[in-house]
């Protein structure tokens, strides 16, 4: 399985941008879809999770502002991002958790930078 993220940027506070992760290869049983980032100097965090069009979840310092989707295709997964601060500045990486295989499938990230 490989994911490739795409949509980073620099955007100004207050700013909008997409996220997008493109998955390929072949996952079997249920998986879950996530977003994390990593700030310089800081550890990896959750940002968001998509199992199931009723069930998704959100870190506190993003919900309200983010919004993660899923296309019909169910291969690409997305992280609409509202509201952007200079904190949300960080590398966001895409994620699949194979919860059947407990396995986890990482992309490289992309860079989002918030400036004020």
């Known amino acids: 399985v490989q994911l490739v993220e795409s949509g980073g940027g620099s955007v100004q506070a207050g700013e909008s941008l997409r996220l997008s992760c493109a998955a390929s290869?072949?996952?079997?049983?249920?998986?879950?879809m996530l977003w994390y980032r990593q700030a310089p100097g800081k550890q990896r965090e959750f940002v968001a999770s998509?199992?199931?069009?009723?069930?998704?979840n959100y870190a506190d310092a993003v919900k309200g502002r983010f919004t993660i989707s899923v296309g019909n295709a169910k291969n690409t997964v997305y992280l609409q991002m509202n509201s952007l601060k200079p904190e949300d500045t960080a590398v966001y990486y895409c994620?699949?958790?194979?919860?059947?295989?407990?396995?986890?499938?990482w992309g490289k990230g992309t860079q989002v930078t918030v400036s004020s």
């Open positions: 994620k699949i958790y194979a919860r059947a295989a407990n396995m986890d499938y």
């Open positions: 998509f199992i199931n069009r009723l069930n998704q």
């Open positions: 290869g072949s996952i079997f049983g249920p998986y879950t």
